[in-house]
């Protein structure tokens, strides 16, 4: 108990120094985070990347195989452990926090983005249209899901199952032992928590800069940097008072608030919007996807400029990885009660298909308007102004001012309910797994990403939110590969143990 | 009581006793589901055949099958009962108001239950097992309609049962104290009152509990 208290100490001094001193580093030496975060990003994609590809898509097989195997029986807790909630909520609460902000920020802007500069072949064409609307369900497909069905499922199991702390460092009891509480773990602790820190800042810096794009539309505010960060500012103080005041509880109510709007907003377009089309496009594009998914996974351009490919799915990936601990959190924290194979088809397999549906219902009304208007200035101009995407998408939508209300409450929803959450996760990573973590260092952790966020933004923008979270990122992805491995003997020894039960069961 | 006041949790009095409401329906017509608290059977009913009940401290009640009574006086131990009567969970936290956890490792800012949950000092009462001298007992609403026989059977008179049990059962084995030879002798039947021992000794549910002169050994069933 005491090694575990110890630990948390060092974990949250260390960390909290790290990334004060890149907050300090972005403060004073701007150009040079951003000439050295890019040195970083340039020697990832170009020496790396293959380490990002493989690692998801060991995952994707690895979620695939647990469905399968024998160990999809055991019940993550108790065998008497039921679930908490019933599948539709905890369905809806699993799409919630895995994709959250991304999923508005980026259903209309990635398509359209793709079809104007597609991946290869022609821009502004048919065929570029179904490979944008491929790549989209390829990056917000089964890849990430896979990534959050692992470090789920591992937080779960060795919390519940092994009774450990709520730390990654648990993960990795069945390799290291004890060691999980000396220097090797509050490594992987650090570790995990810088790059949660620059998952959440990202995110928060999107939503930052949607939040400001919402309100220009709605409201003719300024779309710029300032106003940006004044929204980074009032959201501080209204999750930091939700900490002390105890309103936790509204901030759930708040959090299915959002999830509920979404799905509106969601089901009105699929009414409002082109019903066919999207249909169509989730056919279609489900299919091609299903065919040229191991191409995908392992895509990369030897012989050519590997741009493309760094700019959006090794960011992705960078980023689906960054998020993980965080995600992973929150979905072993509602998953109690269920065994692994329901697990795996609740975290990999539905939120797949609802994220599809989803980019199938905004990508493809966006790409319909954009192909029958044969309006590539309108392309143009969603894809210049990423942030304001899905506003200017509404404006061809009949009822197009509830729309952009409503993706305005969503995207501000989304934004405080996940700032608030972070700085529960980033407690419980920095004091040792603790379900407890004190109200001090959730408002520390509170305010250091939002500084985080401010800087990112303030060292330029989105270029910087993908160079620092690619480069957070990488060392977490080698940690998770080997947590696959530590979870494999983890539920060995479990089948095992209930396999002994049974015997003496028998016996007696 | 409306429907948009009656909750998940909340302790109310239906049919004169004391349940909790473990999950509101709106759409059905016997939108209310509860659970009785002394035995954990469930009932289905709606809004207004129920009514409110707050828990507060030194508040006593039988829950499955043994007494409680509130306290805030002394943080809780691992082993202990909580009722979550302040819930203020933090985002990940999946309790709610009036659970029943037990406590499985204590911190300086709260508890961990069993269920996983991170609870803080504030958020709970501790259920300290007996009938404090003092306390208020809320197993029923009204308690001049209930007869008084229906009040000892749930345990109104135990204030010291040493196995924390409500009333001396079949199978419990007592010893006598103040005796110059050894006696041991088994519950071997219980009328509403009368204790009745294997020798043949009749007495009182009161004389056996008392424990300057009776000790709990065990029970049968329990070896």
């Known amino acids: 108990m005491d090694s575990k208290k110890n630990k948390g100490k060092g974990v949250f001094i260390i960390s909290l120094l790290l990334t004060l001193i890149f907050i300090f580093w972005g403060v004073f030496f701007t150009d040079n985070l951003t000439k050295v975060t890019n040195l970083i990003y340039n020697g990832s994609i170009d020496y790396l990347g293959w380490v990002y590809l493989g690692a998801t898509l060991f995952f994707v097989v690895f979620s695939i195989y647990l469905l399968f195997s024998k160990y999809g029986d055991i019940r993550l807790g108790k065998k008497t452990d039921r679930p908490d909630f019933n599948t539709a909520s905890w369905l809806a609460m699993l799409f919630g926090a895995g994709m959250g902000i991304g999923i508005v920020y980026w259903s209309v802007a990635e398509p359209v983005t793709h079809y104007t500069s597609p991946p290869y072949g022609e821009p502004f064409t048919v065929d570029a249209a179904n490979t944008a609307m491929k790549y989209t369900f390829f990056h917000w497909g089964l890849d990430p899901w896979a990534i959050y069905t692992v470090i789920g499922l591992a937080l779960a199991f060795f919390q519940y199952n092994k009774k450990l702390p709520a730390a990654i460092s648990s993960a990795f009891q069945p390799i290291l032992g004890d060691r999980i509480y000396g220097p090797i773990g509050k490594t992987i602790d650090i570790l995990s928590i810088f790059a949660t820190v620059f998952g959440i800042a990202t995110s928060l810096g999107l939503g930052a800069m949607q939040v400001t794009a919402g309100m220009h539309d709605i409201f003719g505010v300024p779309n710029e940097l300032f106003v940006q960060l004044i929204v980074i500012a009032v959201a501080t103080v209204l999750f930091i008072t939700s900490i002390n005041t105890g309103l936790e509880k509204g901030i759930q109510y708040l959090s299915n608030a959002a999830m509920i709007l979404s799905f509106a907003i969601m089901l009105l377009i699929l009414v409002v919007g082109p019903t066919m089309t999207i249909i169509k496009v989730f056919f279609n594009t489900t299919g091609i996807y299903i065919s040229d998914f191991i191409h995908m996974s392992l895509r990369l351009r030897p012989f050519g400029e590997g741009e493309w490919i760094a700019s959006w799915t090794l960011f992705y990936w960078a980023w689906w990885i960054a998020w993980a601990p965080f995600v992973g959190m929150f979905i072993a924290r509602v998953s109690k009660g269920r065994t692994v194979r329901e697990f795996v088809i609740g975290v990999l397999v539905v939120p797949t298909l609802g994220t599809c549906l989803w980019m199938s219902i905004f990508g493809g009304s966006a790409l319909d308007i954009v192909q029958k208007t044969g309006n590539n200035d309108l392309a143009k101009n969603i894809t210049e102004n990423v942030s304001l995407s899905i506003f200017t998408f509404f404006d061809y939508l009949p009822l197009s001012s509830v729309l952009s209300i409503l993706g305005f409450a969503v995207v501000a929803i989304y934004y405080i309910t996940v700032a608030d959450t972070a700085t529960f996760v980033l407690g419980m990573l920095s004091e040792g797994g603790t379900l407890n973590p004190s109200n001090k260092i959730k408002m520390t952790w509170g305010v250091i990403q939002s500084a985080l966020a401010a800087v990112l933004l303030l060292a330029g923008g989105l270029n910087v939110l993908q160079t620092a979270s690619i480069a957070a990122a990488l060392p977490f992805a080698i940690i998770m590969v080997i947590m696959c491995f530590s979870l494999l003997k983890g539920l060995k020894s479990e089948v095992e143990v209930q396999k002994g039960n049974k015997r003496s069961m028998h016996q007696s | ?223």
């Open chain 2, 1 to 223: 009581m409306k429907l948009y006041q009656v909750r998940k949790g909340q302790f109310v009095y239906y049919n004169n006793e004391l349940h909790k409401v473990y999950g509101v329906k709106p759409i059905y017509k016997k939108s209310v589901h509860l659970i009785r608290l002394r035995d954990l059977t469930q009932d289905l009913t709606n809004a207004v055949s129920v009514e409110r009940y707050k828990p507060k401290e030194f508040d006593s009640f039988i829950f499955n099958h043994k007494a409680y009574t509130l306290k805030k006086d002394r943080k809780a131990e691992e082993g202990d009962y909580i009722l979550i009567h302040n819930p203020m969970p933090d985002s990940l936290d999946t309790y709610s108001l009036n659970e029943i956890e037990m406590v499985e490792e204590v911190d300086k800012h709260g508890v961990i239950t069993s269920n996983s949950h991170g609870v803080k000092h504030n958020e709970y009462l501790l259920m300290v097992p007996g009938r404090a001298t003092n306390c208020h007992p809320i197993d029923y609403q009204n308690t001049e309609n209930v007869e008084t026989q229906s009040i000892d059977d749930i345990g109104f008179n135990n204030f010291s049962n040493p196995n924390n049990e409500l009333l001396p059962t079949i199978g419990d084995v007592y010893k006598m104290l103040e005796s110059d030879t050894s006696f041991e002798a088994m519950v071997v039947a219980t009328t509403n009152q009368t204790v009745i021992l294997g020798s043949g000794l009749e007495l009182t549910q009161e004389e056996l509990m008392n424990k300057d002169k009776w000790e709990f050994l065990y029970n049968l069933l329990d070896k």
